[in-house]
T-cell receptor, first 112, second 114 residues
Framework: KQEVTQIPAALSVPEGENLVLNCSFTDSAIYNLQWFRQDPGKGLTSLLL?????REQTSGRLNASLDKSSGRSTLYIAASQPGDSATYLCAVTNNQGGKLIFGQGTELSVKP | DGGITQSPKYLFRKEGQNVTLSCEQN?????MYWYRQDPGQGLRLIYYSQIVNDFQKGDIAEGYSVSREKKESFPLTVTSAQKNPTAFYLCASTWGAGGNTEAFFGQGTRLTVV
């Protein structure tokens, strides 16, 4: 059974720092991995989607990498801003259709 | 604007009542999903539908029911059999059902038992 883990559970950094969020999964037979952002009391916003054949995706200050063989993905946020404060979730899909299997999330706080 | 609309944003249920959460999408997506989010437990799949008039149970389907009569709509009913329904409910959709397309989410419905 696929399990997804995110470390750390919470992270606090000063504004301007570059930071890395980690996501690991136990079964490497994934179709894709998706990173989401969730603000308090809100739905999920898709940040980046990495297909299983890809190694990384970039969008603005965000860069996500995928290493299927080791079961790991990282989300790199450059020059963090207070507006980046949110919970970041990673999720994978496998050969059972579009069902997402989620990690518990990392709660990020960027201090001015 | 294309997207997923969930309503209501807040819902209060009395003991023994059934309540229905609405989810509508105008993205022309084939597949739709319902997830439940509890503090400290992440998101868990309740039901999903890959095509109209067909749906499957997810990991925590007991006490819930769904229908998929139209491509755009996937309502979730929380029945009185669900013993702990207080949670945040999220609806999602994907263009395909094969697991290799991006998922989009609605803004959620917070259900509270009073």
């Amino acid at each position: 059974k696929q399990e997804v883990t995110q470390i750390p559970a919470a992270l606090s950094v000063p504004e301007g720092e570059n930071l890395v969020l980690n996501c690991s999964f136990t079964d490497s037979a994934i179709y894709n991995l998706q990173w989401f952002r969730q603000d308090p009391g809100k739905g999920l916003t898709s940040l980046l989607l990495i297909q299983s054949s890809q190694r990384e995706q970039t969008s603005g200050r965000l860069n996500a990498s995928l290493d299927k063989s080791s079961g790991r993905s990282t989300l790199y946020i450059a020059a963090s801003q207070p507006g980046d404060s949110a919970t970041y979730l990673c999720a994978v899909t496998n050969n059972q259709g579009g069902k997402l299997i989620f990690g518990q999330g990392t709660e990020l706080s960027v201090k001015p | 604007d294309g997207g997923i609309t969930q309503s209501p944003k807040y819902l209060f249920r009395k003991e023994g009542q059934n309540v229905t959460l609405s989810c509508e999408q105008n993205l022309n997506h084939d597949a739709m999903y319902w997830y439940r989010q509890d503090p400290g437990q992440g998101l868990r799949l309740i039901y999903y539908s890959q095509i109209v008039n067909d749906f499957q149970k997810g990991d925590i389907a007991e006490g819930y029911s769904v229908s998929r009569e139209k491509k755009e709509s996937f309502p979730l009913t929380v029945t009185s059999a669900q013993k702990n329904p207080t949670a945040f409910y999220l609806c999602a959709s994907t263009w395909g059902a094969g697991g290799n397309t991006e998922a989009f989410f609605g803004q959620g419905t917070r259900l509270t038992v009073v």
